[in-house]
């Protein structure tokens, strides 16, 4: 069976750092593109990065660029996101999922605030 | 980037009743492989999106046969064929063919 587990979401001062990570089994992890997806409270999907199956490139969105990070550990088949000068409006549950959005995770709630 | 444009926004619908779905893309979404890399996704209350139709028209695994997706091009329909209490919730469609990666807004399926 498919798993993947987000963990290290919480409330944070704008400007802050956090990183969220994502552990995964039930499939070949080296094998698969991986992406964040994030979802604001009472609003739709939006992609925030994907990072190639060997980690060989990343790709982001225009408003996290320079900001966030996403990397990944094959041999432990993790994915993260490094999220630094965090603002009010990366509030969100941030999902992490394969590349072509087949299998999803539960979710982590990031809050920014003061 | 590629805008995908669902209709309707929302959708009340009585148990049995069959239900269509638009998605339209600002662009074709056939890529140079020749896959068009559109899929279905329903999120229920309180739950992450699951994938209900990959690649335009493929049900994934463990999906009812009610639900099917058509189309080509720059225009795709998800079908349900007679609601059933369990498929209330958002469904968003998902290109994938054209970087960035991008969704539609949601439909809201609710029970009239």
């Known amino acids: 069976e498919v798993q993947l587990v987000e963990s290290g979401g919480g409330l944070v001062q704008p400007g802050r750092s956090l990183k969220l990570s994502c552990a995964a089994s039930?499939?070949?992890?080296?094998?698969?593109?991986m992406a964040w997806v994030r979802q604001a409270p009472k609003k739709g999907l939006e992609w925030v990065a994907t990072?190639?199956?060997?980690?060989?490139?990343?790709y982001y969105r225009d408003s996290v660029k320079g900001r966030f990070t996403i990397s990944r550990d094959n041999a432990k088949s993790t994915l993260y996101l490094q999220m630094d000068s965090l603002r009010s409006e990366d509030t969100a549950t941030y999902y992490c999922?394969?590349?072509?959005?087949?299998?999803w995770g539960q979710g982590v709630m990031v809050t920014v605030s003061s | 980037d590629v805008v995908l444009t669902q209709t309707p926004p929302t959708l009340s619908a009585t148990i049995g009743q069959s239900v269509s779905i638009s998605c339209r893309s600002s662009?074709?979404?056939?890529?140079?492989?020749?896959?068009?890399?559109l899929n279905w996704l329903l999120q229920r209350p309180g739950q992450p999106p699951q994938l209900l139709i990959y690649?335009?028209?493929r049900l994934e695994s463990g999906v009812p046969n009610r639900f099917s997706g058509s189309g080509s091009g720059t225009d795709f329909t998800l079908k349900i064929s007679g609601v059933e209490a369990e498929d209330l919730g958002v469904y968003y469609c998902?290109?994938?063919?054209?970087?960035?990666?991008?969704f539609g807004g949601g439909t809201k399926l609710e029970l009239k």
């Open positions: 999922a394969t590349g072509y959005f087949d299998y």
């Open positions: 039930g499939f070949t992890f080296s094998d698969y593109n």
């Open positions: 990072i190639i199956y060997d980690g060989s490139r990343t």
């Open positions: 662009q074709s979404l056939l890529h140079s492989n020749g896959n068009t890399y």
């Open positions: 690649l335009v028209s």
């Open positions: 998902v290109q994938s063919t054209h970087a960035p990666p991008t």
